[in-house]
């Protein structure tokens, strides 16, 4: 993905910004994405992406998978997430919306080691429920957005709140590129990506 993704970046970044005159939520994306959970620090890749399906209303899916090899030993150990999400999104100027988004959420954690025989043992468990998202994304300038949200996070009846912040360079009207983080109680998420946006 690395390999595929810097070419593009390169080549996109080498062209004169463009200026786009509304927030994009029809795109897809890919991004290098990490977690820092405790003394944990795991890393990998995502896909995600929002299309709209009226004027105002779009839907919303996400899939990451990180992981990290324990120091010392052969144990790795890995985070897979999955979102799908339905929203509403409300223009109060020309260049910011507000949002709201609410989406099922799935995260299975798995741990796998090689036996000194070379067998493989693998043990998963996963959990799931919902999120809760409000937050508005603006266009400071003509090809720069910024972005902030809540998102209340309900598995299993545990319940945390986290805040969202990104940044968007926007290298012509349909390539992107974002720096994203999200900070919880005891989790930290971050991501570059690169995204299309469709007409």
Do not use: C
Request: charged letters at 20%; proline letters at 2%; hydrophobic letters at 40%.
């Amino acid at each position: 993905m690395k390999k595929l993704l810097l070419p593009i970046m390169l080549s996109t970044l080498s062209l004169p910004a463009m200026a786009i005159d509304t927030i994009p939520w029809t795109q897809v994306s890919a991004s290098i994405a990490s977690v820092n959970i405790d003394d944990y620090s795991l890393s990998g890749l995502a896909a995600s992406g929002t299309k709209l399906i009226t004027d105002d209303v779009f839907i919303a899916g996400r899939f990451e998978s990180t992981s990290e090899t324990l120091e010392g030993t052969n144990v790795e150990i890995g985070l897979f997430r999955v979102s799908l999400g339905l929203g509403y999104r409300h223009a109060i100027s020309d260049s910011t919306d507000l949002f709201g988004k609410v989406s099922y959420e799935d995260y299975t954690v798995s741990a796998t080691t090689t036996t000194s025989s070379g067998y493989t043992i693998e043990t998963s468990t996963s959990t799931s429920g919902s999120a809760l998202e409000a937050g508005l994304r603006s266009l400071v300038t003509e090809d720069i957005e910024i972005g902030a949200s809540i998102t209340r996070l309900s598995i299993d009846g545990d319940s945390d709140t986290g805040l969202n912040l990104s940044a968007a360079y926007h290298a012509s009207e349909k390539h992107s590129f974002a720096l994203a983080t999200s900070q919880y109680d005891d989790a930290t998420f971050t991501e570059f990506k690169w995204a299309y946006t469709f007409n």
